[in-house]
């Protein structure tokens, strides 16, 4: 598969600040690539060198082969860039940027299209500072595309929509890659970067801490699963600890949450038939069970020792 | 080239949507000249060698549409587009810089001279104006001028840290500049000292520069303001290169 993107020890600091260190990775042509971690963890420094914004200090990136500082009048054509921090000026319509950007392209799409796609087509006429942020983040995503790019950056894709719009966003984005283009993202959402990303990187202070495909990092941290469920007078029921799958118990006085590590595999039931088993075998009446798998928040969690909200 | 005329429209387009610069720019000189021209009218005057005041006043308030074009317009445009990240949008387009900064002037330079026109209109429909100058002269006086003020706007708005001093140092200058330089109210009626002190204002050439020749006088007796001017002009790109910032 053909590399779009190639980074190599690419190093950037502000004054004394190491923004981004040792930063090395590849994109694949037809994915789409997250970079996740928290604010300040180095995802717009390193996105920004890649998109030739901003000039690295050591290291070299290459973009669809050339060197997006050097060659950028060559490669700006070929991407589509929306940038975590920019404006249009206040009094331009929705139609006119659209318009006026499509003009700076030598093809552009239709971008009548691309204001249904984006759900915008009422707001055609709207002046710029009249749109709401979910609005504005919708209107930079379509000028990204209205060059019909074959790489797309986008940073912080979905902050500020509603979860409604992030679906419809992302449902966007699987169709643009379904059409062959490469897509470069990051993001804050732990469950975007799971659900939509074909492979993610997660950045912490300045350095990538993993990288892989969003199951192959939970499943790589052996993180485990969550039972939960709540009995009667809240006792643990005696015996669950004893069970293959299980790994601990924990009761959380209303709740007990049990812990384990497979999902069937070496000859053992799944996590949940073994404990429903056991419960119901041992005639202990629950109520309210649910079972929580392990996510990238999870392995975020264990690779960084902080929560992504801080 | 496609870009940039779509660019430029569009930037005119946004021009008259504000209404701040276009009132400044348009509607406001013509307020001083039908004020003037209703107080004194443009009898023939030996104040102003003969001409009136609508006269001297349309090469004048000119001069004034130049420094309200070079020192808020532009200043404030520049800084604002810097600060709140409409370059930084551009910056990540094909378009090369000097597409975008030369669109900026070219419409910044087509609302000054809609100003100018709206002006010589007005005065000759109403008061008469007399014009006895070289047209070709005072075009290009006005050119010169023009650009040696635009320059002074990009090294304001290079060197103010934020869109919101560019807007206050720039109003600064330029208020009092207004007043001190002719360009508002004829130097002859001002005292001694302010006529002294006004030969270093910037303004002050451009005035003197376009109403000498709209009476036709001749280029060589205004080489002091030309080399002035040019000078502002020099010196105004080159440190606005340097102070240049996209973000």
Known sequence: ?310 | MRAFLKLTRVEIKLFFREPYGAFFTLAFPLMLLFLFGAIYGNEPSPYFGGYGTVDVSVPAYTAMIIGTSGLLTLTITMAVYREFGILRRLRATPLRPQTILSAQVVVIFLMTLLGMALLVLAGKLVYHLRFDGNPLSVAAAFVLGSLSFFALGFVLAGLMPTARTAQVVGMVIFYPMIFLSGSAIPLEVMPEGVRSFARFLPLTHVVTLLRGLWIGEAWSQHTTEVIVLLALLVVGVLVSIKTFRWE
């Open chain 1, 1 to 310: 598969m053909n590399q779009v993107v190639q980074v190599e020890k690419l190093r950037k600091t502000y004054g004394a600040t190491v923004a981004v260190d040792e930063v090395s990775f590849e994109v694949r042509e037809g994915e789409i690539f997250g970079m996740v971690g928290p604010n300040g963890a180095g995802k717009t420094t390193t996105i920004e060198c890649v998109e030739g914004l901003r000039r690295p200090e050591r290291g070299t990136v290459r973009v669809l082969g050339l060197d997006p500082t050097r060659q950028e009048r060559a490669l700006r054509p070929l991407l589509g860039v929306q940038l975590q921090q920019a404006n249009l000026p206040e009094h331009l319509k929705v139609w006119e940027a659209l318009d006026l950007y499509a003009s700076f392209y030598p093809h552009p799409v239709d971008w009548k299209g691309l204001i249904e796609q984006l759900g915008l087509a009422e707001k055609r006429d709207a002046a710029f500072h009249k749109l709401s942020g979910g609005q504005k983040q919708r209107l930079f995503i379509a000028l990204a595309l209205v060059n019909d790019p074959q790489l797309v950056f986008l940073d912080e894709l979905t902050t500020g929509l509603d979860p409604q719009a992030r679906h419809a966003i992302w449902d966007l984005m699987r169709d643009v890659r379904q059409r062959g283009k490469t897509i470069v993202l990051t993001t804050h959402f732990m469950e975007e970067a799971e659900r939509l990303c074909d492979r993610v990187a997660i950045l912490d202070h300045g350095r990538i801490v993993a990288l892989d495909t969003p199951a192959n990092l939970i499943q790589g941290l052996g993180i485990e699963s969550r039972i939960v469920f709540s009995v009667e007078g809240g006792r643990t029921p005696e015996g669950l600890a004893d069970l293959p799958s299980v790994t601990r118990v924990e009761n959380l006085g209303d709740r007990i949450v049990v812990y384990g590590r497979t999902n069937g595999q070496n000859g053992h039931a799944p996590l949940v038939a073994e404990v429903v088993n056991a419960l119901t075998s041992r005639g202990v009446r629950f109520d309210d069970l649910r079972t929580e798998q392990p996510s990238l928040e999870d392995v975020f969690l264990t690779l960084t020792g902080q929560a992504m909200r801080d």
